[in-house]
């Protein structure tokens, strides 16, 4: 019996070590709420101002429903997702979160959005 709890704990302390050890390992998230979701790697290096997190949380909130809808439309018709739709989608909102930007900040974010275009065409 003593073998069997030895035994138990062993395999515990196992299973402890290796999830915190693959905690550690994981990469960081760059940008302002990551990399899949707008303002991720485009706002890279670029400090919003309180009033300019509201407005991008706004203008998240209004583009997510519409995103999500062409997605499960894809899904319950089983057909690819209409990817002009979501380059539409996009660009519009990556415009209106351009345009809450003061000019230099703007600098930045054109050059975020163009190293983005540069390592989505070497794909």
């Given amino acids: 019996m003593k073998v069997f709890r030895i035994a138990t704990l062993a395999i515990a302390l196992c299973a402890a070590v ?3 050890s ?3 390992q994981q990469p960081e998230q760059r940008g302002q709420g990551g ?8 706002l890279q290096g670029i400090n919003l101002t309180e009033a300019q997190k509201v407005q991008q949380k706004a203008i998240r909130e ?3 429903p519409q995103m999500m809808k062409l997605r499960k439309d ?3 018709s089983g057909t690819p ?3 002009a739709k979501v380059a539409g989608l996009r660009s519009s909102q990556t415009a209106e979160l351009r345009a809450i930007l ?3 900040q703007q600098v930045i974010f054109d050059r975020n959005a163009a190293e983005m275009r540069a390592r989505r065409s070497q794909r």
Avoid: C, F, L, P
């Fill in 74 to 76: 894809a899904e319950t």
């Fill in 62 to 64: 209004k583009y997510a």
């Fill in 81 to 83: 997702i209409d990817q």
């Fill in 102 to 104: 003061t000019a230099e």
């Fill in 22 to 24: 693959s905690a550690q």
């Fill in 35 to 42: 990399s899949r979701e707008m303002g991720g790697m485009i």
């Fill in 18 to 20: 290796t999830s915190v």
